[in-house]
């Protein structure tokens, strides 16, 4: 199985990488639009500011190639966060491959710490991504902004308020959590990704 991961300046590529070849899969890292559209899967990971790699995708053309890819896509993190409409972050105008909005985080109590970092359980599960099994299972998470509940939402956690965890539609796929940080649950999700 051809697999690419979309290199562009995020944070998480080789952690993603790492956890696919304990999957049994040599993923290759690239730019290229060649190389992107003839593969099988395509993984848009993403650790870090909403504006500034906005304004990297589009340099790149990226931005444009990201939208047209026919194949299964899944954005992790702020990738998922990018494939959104518009983000809180930096004012930024996103992908638009959701029609949805990203939102600050704001604290409702002094025990509400943001960004929200560490495991949380997802629910409501209903995509190819997940099976019975992930219901209610702990995953990882770290992030200040997030996704309100929306007719994409794929999987909903609870922080502060119900939030999209996961989204889905035609070939876009994405999680909030990072699925190469979560463990056995997280392998099992990148495993049903592979299959779809």
Known sequence: MNVAIIKYNAGNIYSVSYALKRLGVEAIVTADPERLQKADK???????????????????????LIKELKQPL????????????????????????FDVDVKRFLPQAHTD?????GWNTITALRSGLFDERQEQQFVYFVHSYYVPVNPFT?????????FSAALHKDN???TQFHPEKSGSVGEAILHNFLKL
Do not use: N, W
């Not at 993984?43 to 909403?50: L, R, T, Y």
């Not at 959104?84 to 638009?96: V, W």
């Not at 710490?113 to 970092?117: A, F, G, S």
């Not at 794929?154 to 119900?162: K, Q, S």
């Open 172 to 174: 876009f796929y994405a």
């Open 113 to 117: 710490k943001v960004p929200h970092m």
């Open 154 to 162: 794929a999987a909903t956690t609870d922080y502060i308020l119900p």
């Open 74 to 97: 899944l954005g992790i993190c702020l990738g998922m966060q990018l494939m959104c409409r518009h983000s809180e972050e930096g004012d930024a105008d996103c992908l638009g491959i």
């Open 42 to 64: 395509v993984i848009f990971p993403g650790v870090g500011e909403a504006r500034t790699t906005m304004d990297y995708l589009r340099k790149h053309r990226l931005d444009v």
